[in-house]
């Protein structure tokens, strides 16, 4: 069984960080493309993060410069360390692992809640 846990969400004021972790079990984070994406109220989900398996990262200009995706072979995790935030990251973030290989199978964590005061 897969499963994708979030942690390190919360409450943060503006310009602070976060750094969130995704827990994998039943897959290596090695072995697929992971990625943190996030959901505000109302809008759609959005990638905010990328890395691929032979270790490339991308992100869009949104956020490029401040999140950062780090993988860990070894504790199977991949982390979003998030600064400067501001109200408009508020979201609920969510780890994702996509496979590249058929059949092409994408499992995503249940979410974290970050929210940002100004």
């Known amino acids: 069984q897969v499963q994708l846990v979030e942690s390190g969400g919360g409450l943060v004021q503006s310009g602070g960080s976060l750094r969130l972790s995704c827990t994998a079990s039943g897959i290596k984070v090695n072995e697929y493309q992971m990625a943190w994406y996030r959901q505000a109220p109302g809008k759609q989900r959005e990638l905010v993060a990328r890395?691929?398996?032979?270790?490339?990262?991308s992100s869009p200009e949104s956020v490029k410069g401040r999140f950062t995706i780090v993988r860990d072979n070894t504790k199977n995790t991949v982390s979003l360390q998030t600064n400067s935030l501001g109200p408009q990251d508020t979201a609920v973030y969510y780890c994702n692992a996509q496979s590249t290989t058929y059949p092409y199978i994408t499992y995503w964590g249940q979410g974290t809640q970050v929210t940002v005061s100004s």
């Open positions: 890395i691929s398996i032979g270790g490339t990262t």
